[in-house]
């Protein structure tokens, strides 16, 4: 098995969200799934009737995974939707640049007024 020199680097270059706003919120494996539940509840109880998740790659499934949960944390009192994509990220290996695909989703959470 060959060892990797400390003398490389592994640099990754994701694209920066042109359009975020108040009501966009990009989901990563970092912070801790209780914390974005309390978010996307508050953004939906005080903020904004409509919140759009954005994740890319390994994160789709934590999305989609808040989307269900936020589902039944508010008694099905929201619709979702979802779209996916395909955005471009740069790997960086000793100052060679390597473009690659990664896959996006966006989930659309709108609460639902009753009547």
Known sequence: MMALSTAE??????????????NDVFISKKTAFVVQINLLKKLLE???????LHAVGQSI???VALADTLNSCMGNSIKI??????TMAVDEFD????ERSLSKIIIRI???VNA
């Open 46 to 52: 005080t903020k904004t009737d409509c919140i759009r």
């Open 61 to 63: 499934p934590r999305a």
């Open 81 to 86: 939707s979802a779209g996916t994509t395909t």
């Open 9 to 22: 680097t592994t640099r990754v270059t994701y694209p920066i969200p042109k359009d975020g706003g108040e």
């Open 110 to 112: 709108t609460r639902v």
């Open 95 to 98: 100052s060679h640049p390597v």
